[in-house]
C-alpha cells in the first residue's frame, strides 16, 4: 500500500477481497482513475480506433493504480507466465507493441500486462482505491475526465493522490 491513504473500514475487509480472485488471477488492483492511460496509449489508440486499450470504466483497459495491491505471492512464484514477465524480455515487446512508454513505475508494469493478459489481475472496485487526484481535468482531458474519475458506492479507502488531501470529515 501507498503512505497516502486513509482506511474507513477494517483492512481485513480487504485482504478477503482475495476471495473473489479467479483461479488465474494473481495480483489484484484498481482501476486508474484519471485518463493518464488514454493519454499514454494515444498512439497505439490512433491506429486501433476501435481498441478498448486505455478506454474509461466499466468496459474499457483503463490502466491501473497501484496505491493498493492485493498479491498473491504463492500464485506469483508459481505462475510460469510471471516468471517470464521477470526474467525475459515480453515487458520491453509489449512496450514495443503498444508504443508504450510509461513514467509511472510499477503501476505501468501492471497496466501494460493487463492490456495483454487480462485474467492476471483481479480489478478491485473502485472504492477500495478512491484516487482524489484530478490532475489530467485541467491538461486536456475535462470532455472524458467524469468517465474515468467517477467511484459510485462507499468509499473504503481514500487515495490522497498527487499531493490532494483527503477531507477530514470522509472517514
Ligand atoms: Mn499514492
Known amino acids: 500500500m501507498d503512505s497516502d491513504l486513509k482506511f474507513t473500514t477494517d483492512i481485513r475487509n ?3 477481497l482475495f476471495h473473489e ?4 488471477n494473481i495480483i489484484g488492483i484498481g482501476r486508474e482513475s484519471q485518463p493518464v492511460y488514454r493519454h499514454v496509449f494515444w498512439q497505439y489508440r490512433h491506429e486501433n ?5 486505455g478506454d474509461p470504466p466499466p468496459h474499457g483497459l483503463t490502466g ?3 496505491g493498493v495491491l492485493l498479491l498473491d505471492l504463492e500464485r506469483m512464484r508459481k ?3 510471471f516468471g517470464q514477465v521477470l526474467d525475459e524480455n515480453l515487458p520491453e515487446n509489449l512496450a514495443k507493441k503498444y508504443h508504450f512508454r510509461g513514467h509511472l513505475g510499477d503501476q505501468d508494469l501492471y497496466t501494460l500486462l493487463h ?3 487480462n485474467d492476471m489481475f483481479y480489478v478491485l472496485p473502485c472504492t477500495w482505491n478512491r484516487q482524489l487526484c484530478t490532475y489530467w481535468r485541467d ?3 475535462k470532455d472524458v475526465f467524469d468517465l474515468y474519475f467517477k467511484c459510485d458506492g462507499k468509499i473504503n479507502v481514500y487515495h490522497g493522490n498527487c499531493n490532494t488531501p483527503i477531507p477530514d470529515n470522509e472517514g
Do not use: D, I
Open 64 to 66: 491501473f493504480n497501484s
Open 14 to 16: 480487504l485482504f478477503n
Open 21 to 24: 480472485f479467479q483461479p488465474n
Open 139 to 141: 491538461h486536456g482531458y
Open 115 to 117: 492490456m495483454e493478459y
Open 79 to 81: 505462475s510460469k507466465l
Open 49 to 53: 480506433p476501435k481498441t478498448r486499450v
